[in-house]
């Protein structure tokens, strides 16, 4: 997510188990890899949202991905040879993004219950064109917060 994220950077996260969450284009979001797609109910996400020890002690944790919101449920994403990103043929621009060239036009179409997500540094991110689409229930929240270094602080998702 450089430049806006660094590698080192903590943020705070808003957690979807807390609050119904519409996520909207150019929000950065934090999710579990497509391929770990959850079977857990409501009420077993929500409990382990509360055992914030699990975050603590633990040794084994999931991998865990931070993004951007490009393409909501039922939307078309067209990627094309300049690198410029078009949702439903309206172009998206969002400052500080690092767009790439692109060797062959590309589109999307976003299921139901789905989420595109691109990374900032679009020239070495790992994404949704690699990856494919994040169902609804990998997202685990919307990032908020730069909190430490303490001299990155900075509110993000504006």
Known sequence: MMPTIEVADRVVVLKDDFIDINYKVGDIVVFYHPSNFSNTTLTDKFYNSLQVWNYLFEL??????????????????????????YRNNELITIDGIDNETYSSNSTYNVPEDS????????????????????????????????????????KIND
């Open 60 to 85: 084994e944790y999931e991998l865990i991905y931070i993004k951007r919101v490009i393409g909501l449920p039922g939307d078309v994403i067209q990627v094309d040879t300049a690198g410029n990103v």
């Open 115 to 154: 989420y595109f997500l691109l990374g900032d540094n679009r020239s070495n991110s790992q994404d949704s064109r690699i990856f494919g689409f994040v169902p609804s229930v990998n997202i685990l929240g919307k990032a908020q917060y730069i909190v430490y270094p303490f001299d990155n602080f900075l």
